[in-house]
């Protein structure tokens, strides 16, 4: 049990949304070229639409909406394709480590919305170069993105950005990443379609796993038994949060929507356990696809998730309840 759990809570604790004094910058990156599936890049717009700002606010928190990444959209074909595939990926995570570097060092806490999963080796090298490296990293995916453009079938960046953070791959990508995330510092939640390069990865390299099956197996324990080793080896934690890690039955707008994912019940309670008892610095919510979503299901739960995420709460319970204390 860590600390922050053991000193100040009990359970009742995860079901309250006191304001907690944090300021969120949300930075829209709406990049989709990590990735072959379109529609990522308006994502961020999206979520923004739905009100995650408003329902940050009323969790508590002070918002400010970053101006957007500049990303290219256009879809890069033929001759040349993965040079300037890269090149404008680089660009991408060259801003966005400036931007997130400068808000973590001046104390604000960062919530990137996506967008592809590339966007994270900016978000995260940028968070992790200001805090000088005390940075874990919790993936929540039902894919490793250990790939390297060395392993990868498909020459998609968006599978590479794990293995770019710790520093492994090729130098056109790594050389991006400053402060490398140590390998015992990243904890794999969700996992379940992953390559086999990647999953020699992982052996080799001794990373932390949690899969669908341990889920199932093991149950909630031990998913809470990792993140509680991961908060007493670092002060600060980041949430890689890709939709593909949940079912498509409570996140049908994702690129990699399939069945076999976390439920509603298991996504949510992790994340407000990961919330309210962790520091968490900052999120990145990725591989979102608003063309796919249904009655807005999935809008509804990235918002709530970020309200999770960074240690409050915002569900429809809240927003039922608000009619009547207004
Ligand atoms: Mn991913």
Redesign the pocket.
């Known amino acids: 049990m860590s600390k922050l759990f053991a000193i100040r809570m009990d359970h009742l604790t995860f079901l309250e949304n006191r304001p907690i004094k944090k300021n969120i910058s949300i930075l829209p990156i709406p990049l989709d070229i990590g990735s072959e599936n379109e529609g990522m890049d308006s994502a961020p717009k999206y979520l923004l639409k739905f009100g995650l700002k408003e329902a940050l606010m009323s969790a508590g928190f002070n918002v400010t909406v970053l101006p957007e990444i500049v990303a290219r959209k256009k879809r890069l074909w033929g001759e040349g394709k993965t040079k300037n595939t890269l090149d404008a990926i680089s660009k991408v995570a060259k801003s966005t480590i400036e931007v997130v570097r400068q808000e973590v060092s001046s104390g604000n806490n960062v919530l990137t919305l996506g967008g592809d ?1 590339a966007i994270s080796i900016g978000s995260i090298a940028g968070a992790s170069e200001a805090l000088k490296g005390n940075l874990g990293v919790i ?1 929540i ?3 490793a ?1 250990l790939n390297t453009l060395e392993t990868s079938l498909s020459g998609n960046v ?2 590479m ?1 794990t293995s770019t953070l710790l520093g492994l791959g090729g130098e056109s990508l790594t050389s991006l990443v400053k402060t490398n995330i140590k390998k015992e510092n990243i904890l794999y939640i969700g996992l379940k379609d992953i390559d086999q390069a990647e999953i020699d990865f992982i052996r080799e390299h001794k990373l932390t796993t949690v899969t669908m099956f341990d889920i199932m197996v093991n149950g909630f324990p031990s998913v809470i038994k990792q993140v509680e080793k991961i908060q007493n080896r670092v002060k600060n934690l980041w949430i ?1 949060l ?1 939709v ?1 890690s949940i079912d498509e039955e409570f996140a049908p707008a994702s690129a990699m929507a399939t069945t076999g994912g976390l439920t509603y019940r298991e996504v949510s309670n992790l994340l407000t356990f990961i919330g309210k008892t962790s520091n968490v610095i900052g999120a990145d919510i ?2 979102l696809t608003p063309n796919k979503d249904l009655n807005a299901k999935t809008a509804k739960l990235c918002i709530e998730s970020a309200a999770s995420m960074f240690g409050s709460k915002h569900n429809w319970y809240d927003e039922y309840m608000s009619a009547f204390t207004k």
Do not use: L, R
Request: charged share 35%; no cysteine.
């Open positions: 999963h993936w995916d039902a894919h993105d968006h599978g950005v890689s890709d593909d990725v591989e």
